[in-house]
T-cell receptor, first 116, second 113 residues
């Protein structure tokens, strides 16, 4: 079974508008962490934002915020005021404590395309 | 600047040949990781190491080998036993502990000649 599911293979957004990228996860452990990464066409993975399962507030980092709904097991990434440079692949990843060494399980990704 | 350096950027392998991908970090991170990414897909863990002289298999370790003789270095060897090695390989490192993100290198693209 998929532990991390990103249901949107590709999305378009108009420049300067907000966009939400979906991520649902599956775990039975109460302690876990969720990460979002951006992968431009050049290939490097850029860390964007982190949400811990016990965090009381949704994480925010500049134009990035996490819509964390624990009961629904979703951790959607919201990008506000989209820019052309936001066009990239976006990956959601989960860390579970049952995995030693801070290992991450990645979703299949969403390709975001920002239209001018 | 601190970071992770992967080399080479592009690598070609002949049939039956072993090749080694280099990964060096100067972030003083204890943990290091190797991932494989196939076109249009997410990352899959090959091997990881939490400390020098120790490493563990990930989800797709067959056909690969690693070593961790120094904290800064975690080379990956793609052996001839790996029948479908064409992929993008990413190395990462992190501090230990909750919420510590993995930092990635720029990757190596491996192709079969």
């Amino acid at each position: 079974a998929q532990k991390i599911t990103q249901t949107q293979p590709g999305m378009f957004v108009q420049e300067k508008e907000a966009v939400t990228l979906d991520c649902t996860y599956d775990t039975s452990d109460p302690s876990y962490g969720l990460f979002w990464y951006k992968q431009p066409s050049s290939g490097e993975m850029i860390f964007l934002i982190y949400q811990g399962s016990y965090d009381q507030q949704n994480a925010t980092e500049g134009r990035y915020s996490l819509n964390f709904q624990k009961a629904r097991k979703s951790a959607n990434l919201v990008i506000s005021a989209s820019q052309l440079g936001d066009s990239a692949m976006y990956f959601c990843a989960m860390r579970e404590p049952v995995n030693a060494g801070n290992m991450l399980t990645f979703g299949g990704g969403t390709r975001l395309m920002v239209k001018p | 600047d601190g970071g992770i350096t992967q080399s080479p950027k592009y690598l070609f392998r002949k049939e039956g040949q072993n090749v080694t991908l280099s990964c060096e970090q100067n972030l003083n991170h204890d943990a290091m990781y190797w991932y494989r990414q196939d076109p249009g897909q997410g990352l899959r863990l090959i091997y990881y190491s939490q400390i020098v002289n120790d490493f563990q298999k990930g989800d797709i370790a067959e056909g690969y080998s690693v070593s961790r003789e120094k904290k800064e270095s975690f080379p990956l060897t793609v052996t001839s036993a790996q029948k479908n090695p064409t992929a993008f390989y990413l190395c990462a490192s992190s501090l230990q502990g909750e919420g510590k993100p993995q930092h990635f290198g720029d990757g190596t693209r491996l192709s079969i000649l």
